[in-house]
């Protein structure tokens, strides 16, 4: 089989945890994302040629998420390659919304296409999460599935991993508030208890049960009310500052609930309906203006989709957008 | 309004737990439950006048789940009373099927009729899950819940009490085996440790994630693998003799799971159809016999229907079944 000479695949950025479900629930957004176009080379092995949009991510194959996830790919079927690989970041790495994973996503979905879909997407999934340890120390999978499956994603186990898909209810938009401040994944995680008191363990798997019920039935009420999370929220909102105000804020104006974007320091508010999502923003953004710290803001529907090739034309150009 | 001299109501014996749904999950089973009987009196206040079927509950009206549930209920309603009460026990105490809110269901939902609805279902899963607490120091509605709504319960929260009922999935059937040896609800629950490890936390919501998916999904696959529990079960097994051998058996025979039900000593399978569920019995009785412990078991659909009113003729006799 003669392979085109290029291909780019996108991937969304994503939200993960939404409060209690803290480390196995995640949803991809809309616009915002990363892109990664392979290019074949006459020099065997694998080179990163770009890095566009957002900077400040590894330049070394071994330790940029996309690359390393091409290199464990390759590796898995056993081929040899010889790639340049340019990256555009539309996820500002340390932001909360799945930087890391959203390139390690695009990079796979574009290499199992380039090669004629050898893996399923839940193997992809698998190795984005490989990925995602090589970055941040720990496996998780949260931002990867969804980044690669769309709609809102459960890691129901990690050993193995089993990854549940449920199409997201029709009218469940989210905002997003990203204090430009940065918290590392790694950090983050080291603030987190090494066990809980058993009386909140049970609390936060009962709402749990409700968040993934709110989805199934399409109940935004009941998911609101679920994403309470009374294990990590309360130790992690240290790291950003305002966190309260803001949620209070959020949810006087009529969110169903805010909580932490995976590790922070972005703040997520789910809303039922576009209007109310972005009447949610403008009063989150207002209230922030007051803390001095810049910020950005995204509304976005909960994207059923993940991701995806873009341009597979031979002879496409670079891979900025 | 003249009301009739008696009535009636039976409530099921019910499944709560299972695995990693803690102190949040239960559903009713079929074909064992028990029945109470209210009777006008001429003397104020209220009486017990017969417990039949299994005996050794109390007898003192502040005592018995039944009685300390009516006497809740007039007094929310802030009427007088005066009664007799029939309990005819289908549901043997201590024996992990919800015993006591059996009780407390059939009786309120009698009451609740004969005042002609004053309260919904839910008001009464909130008074029966007091009497709980009056029974057995904690506050719990994972059996009294799915005893009065029937189907699949999730106890969102307790404070407040939030519960959800899932329509169960048509082919799905328990196996219950009851080791006749008693374990009292409070016994147990001091077993229960006071922490659990963080990751332990995780593993386990992540299971009630897949667990709820399961029963929206009719997946009964997911069902089985997300009953896991790595908290209570390796702590309660112990006071069940034989417990993993008589797991390992369901499991061989093609249960989708098997776990504790309640606090024991009765345990469960789940399993996909009627005919998977008496063959995995009759696994799990052939291998339970080299215990020498005495047994009953008991095969059952997941029972859409709680409680309900038996006959309310006015005249009606006895409240033996």
């Known amino acids: 089989m003669k392979r085109q000479e290029t291909i780019k695949a996108y991937a969304p950025a994503t939200v993960s945890n ?37 900077t400040g991510v590894p330049w070394l194959p071994e330790k940029n998420t996309a690359t390393f996830a091409l290199m464990k790919f390759f590796e898995r079927l056993e081929v040899d390659y010889a790639l340049e690989v340019e990256i555009h970041k539309g996820v500002k790495p340390g932001s909360g919304v799945g930087s890391s994973a959203s ?14 879909s050898p ?30 499956l769309g709609g809102i994603t459960i890691i129901r186990s990690y050993e193995p991993l ?33 066990s809980v008191p058993f009386k909140d363990a049970v609390c936060q798997w009962g709402n749990v049960a409700g968040l993934i019920s709110g989805f199934y039935r399409s109940d935004y009420e009941l998911i609101g009310r679920s994403m309470q999370d009374v294990i990590v929220e309360p130790v992690r909102s240290r790291l950003i500052p305002g966190y309260y105000e803001l949620k209070e ?39 922030y203006e007051t803390t001095q710290v810049p910020f950005q803001t995204y509304v976005s529907p909960v994207n059923p989709q993940g991701a995806y090739i873009v341009d597979d034309d031979p002879g496409m150009g670079a891979a900025g957008q």
């Open 249 to 287: 804020t959020a949810l006087q104006e009529g969110a169903l609930n805010c909580s932490i974007s995976g590790s922070g320091p972005s703040v997520m508010a789910l809303c039922k309906g576009e209007e109310k999502a972005h009447a949610v923003c403008k009063a989150m953004e207002a209230s």
């Open 18 to 54: 939404l409060g209690s479900g803290f480390d196995i629930i995640g949803f991809p957004i809309r616009d915002a994302g990363d892109t990664v176009l392979l290019r074949k080379s006459d020099t065997p092995g694998m080179r990163i040629a770009g890095i566009t949009g957002y």
């Open 103 to 116: 390139s390690s996503a695009a990079a796979l979905v574009a290499a199992n296409k380039w090669m004629g």
């Open 119 to 148: 893996m399923s997407k839940m193997q992809l999934v698998e190795l984005a999460a490989e990925s995602e340890a090589m970055a941040s120390g720990s496996s998780h999978a949260d931002n990867v599935a969804p980044a690669i």
């Open 162 to 194: 089993d990854v549940i898909r449920i199409d997201p209810p029709a009218e469940l938009w989210t905002v997003l508030l990203h204090p430009q401040i940065e918290v590392r994944t790694e950090t983050s995680r080291k603030m987190l208890p090494e």
